[in-house]
């Protein structure tokens, strides 16, 4: 079992940064997938980014490549999530996930769940 908890959503003007933060209980965290998706209002949840066991292998959505940064410490059981440049169009709910499959970024393939952070970008 893997309890995530995501932190570091707020409100920022275009333009701006955030990290997200993801913390994960139980002592097998770098054996897995690590993903970042969102959800905006109306909208289906999407994938953002994903990193591999080792954080060797990552992959990004067309939407938020050369924007946004996702890496992970073991050592601490945290996924990041470093966001610049956001735009109105990031604003929604974050979520961690992590999957067994490796570097995937196919959403049935996630497990758990975290709760989810709200992104909120002003124009």
């Known amino acids: 079992q893997v309890q995530l908890v995501e932190s570091g959503g707020g409100l920022v003007q275009a333009g701006g940064s955030l990290r997200l933060s993801c913390a994960a209980s139980g002592r097998t965290f770098s054996s897995f997938g690590m993903g970042w998706f969102r959800q905006a209002p109306g909208k289906e949840r999407e994938f953002v980014a994903v990193i591999g066991w080792t954080g060797g292998i990552t992959y990004y959505a067309d939407s938020v490549k050369g924007r946004f940064t996702i890496s992970r410490d073991n050592g601490k059981n945290t996924v990041y999530l470093q966001m610049n440049s956001l735009k109105p169009e990031d604003t929604a709910v974050y979520y961690c996930?992590?999957?067994?499959?490796?570097?995937?970024?196919?959403?049935?393939?996630?497990?758990?769940w975290g709760q989810g952070t709200q992104v909120t970008v002003s124009s």
């Open positions: 996930a992590a999957t067994r499959s490796g570097a995937t970024t196919l959403y049935r393939t996630y497990e758990y």
